[in-house]
């Protein structure tokens, strides 16, 4: 019963890609000589890849409360966006200094600092221009869902994860500061993405079906970077398409500081469960349960 | 009869310099332990200088056309944060390499290479939470604002522009992709601050007093750069805050490779009075038309 269920997950994570895929292309600019360079980093690192998970929880969250995926579409690829410039910039050498992402050369090493440092200014610029440009969401559900966006990218957002993140480079972080700089620095987005989903549905904030909504994707996020950290520990490098052992070197904290791998696990399933728990009396559940363990499961 | 209004706008500038720090003040983030040196490193940049021309269009443009400066001002700040934003990424070493701005230590300089990168990505951010939270506009005229600022901030815009001023920098420009070039990477701002004057005031794009708008910023925005490639060879280092004679040294083309000094002076003059043209008909012009000529004028 699960397996099916995973299987019908797995196919429309797939599908998903696909027409998210699309999307993003469309929403990329359009050829001009002057400016190609600036236009292929971008596309090298937007285009091509991935499973599109924010994506696919935008639209998984719209599809759940009975919205058209064809409004919610766009704030996926602005999500998207976001996502990609996070990490242009992150593999910067004034940042984590990372040569290779998702299994091929990083984005300055192709296009150099300078170009890189640009095409990451450019996309978190055009995420905006494709929230605010959304053909199929009136006025004010783009503006809803620009201010979303800012504040889930921004320096109260992913962004202030970074900052704590680079301070606590060189020192153990507190279990209440690493939970914050995860709830920040990757948390953000997820609970973006679900309430975007929900934005494009129909449900303004404050509703039971935001707030279920919140809970859902905060919980998967604390989640995602529990077993982020247990794979980054235990994994292999083919399989997870980065240098492994990182966090290690750069002493970092992470989750394995204050779990061995089972603990890190039970805590990741008892999240896991509680995200379950917050939307499990929706209609149209099931998608995103079956989303929750199959993150929980992941092994890459 | 022009030294009056000089000094009336001057006084004016004066002003509005000041009741945007004001606002700029109250759009950053409040104070967090774990975020403080984010913060500081966004006001350090953001907050405690300049004549804020860019804001001073917008709200000047929403006066001109009979609006309330209440619903130009968040716009006018959202502006600023993306000059502001701008300024610290092209001073990052990887960029111009620029030590000093304004007179003080680049940002970089102040809290490290990390940091002024993320500080930069949080402004850029910050400027689209600030136009789309705009408290004195409805939400369809904030997602219009953020079109237009996301436009002319973007690949296609001011990030543009600055991908042909790298790629130029080591050949000469012919004068179609110099003044492109400067369209875009100065200009598109200018542009933008009119347009959002406008929008405020509740002219919509496509009215004739939005392209008459958009006449007078593209010609004194070309005005503006003509001047300070002239300021920047003839200045001096004291007056402009800023190292002189950088643009030669890097051998940039500027308009001075185009123009003799009196050959720029009048081709900005030009400009100068083809922005004063196409807004001359308003009841309400004044301000403006002393704005072109004080741009034109400036020694700084």
């Not at 019963?1 to 994570?13: F, G, H, N, P, S």
């Not at 995602?224 to 083919?238: K, M, N, P």
Request: aromatic content about 8%; charged content about 25%.
């Amino acid at each position: 019963m699960m397996e099916e269920k995973m299987t019908a997950l797995r196919e429309k994570i797939s599908a998903n890609a696909e027409v998210t895929e699309a999307a993003l292309r469309e929403a990329c600019p359009v050829a001009d000589e002057d400016l190609q360079s600036l236009f292929d980093a971008e596309t090298y690192s937007l285009l091509g890849g991935g499973k599109r998970i924010r994506p696919f929880l935008v639209n998984a969250f719209c599809e759940a409360l009975g919205g058209d995926t064809r409004v919610s579409m766009p704030f996926a690829c602005a999500l998207e966006m976001i996502h990609t410039y996070s990490l242009i910039h992150d593999d910067l050498p004034c940042m984590d200094d990372d040569d290779m992402r998702r299994g091929k050369p990083s984005n300055h090493k192709v296009f150099g600092y300078a170009t890189a440092l640009l095409a990451g200014d450019a996309l978190l610029t055009r995420a905006f221009l494709t929230a605010s440009s959304n053909p199929y969401a009136d006025r004010g559900i783009r503006s809803d869902a620009v201010r979303l966006i800012a504040e889930a990218a921004g320096d109260c957002g992913m962004i202030g994860g970074q900052i704590i993140d680079l301070a606590g480079e060189n020192e153990t972080l507190a279990f209440d500061k690493l939970l914050r700089l995860h709830t920040l620095k990757t948390g953000a987005l997820i609970r973006c993405a679900a309430r975007l989903g929900c934005l494009a549905a129909g449900y303004a904030e404050g509703t039971a079906e935001t707030e279920a909504a919140t809970v859902y994707a905060e919980k998967i996020g604390l989640a995602f970077q529990v077993i982020d950290d247990i794979l980054d520990a235990v994994g292999s490098e083919e399989e997870l398409g980065k240098s492994v052992g990182g966090d290690a070197d750069h002493h970092k904290t992470t989750f394995l500081t204050y779990f061995d791998v089972e603990g890190a696990r039970k805590y990741a399933e008892e999240l896991t469960a509680d995200a379950i728990r917050s939307i499990a009396s929706w209609e149209r559940s099931e998608t995103l349960e079956t989303l929750a363990i199959y993150l929980l499961e992941r092994t890459y």
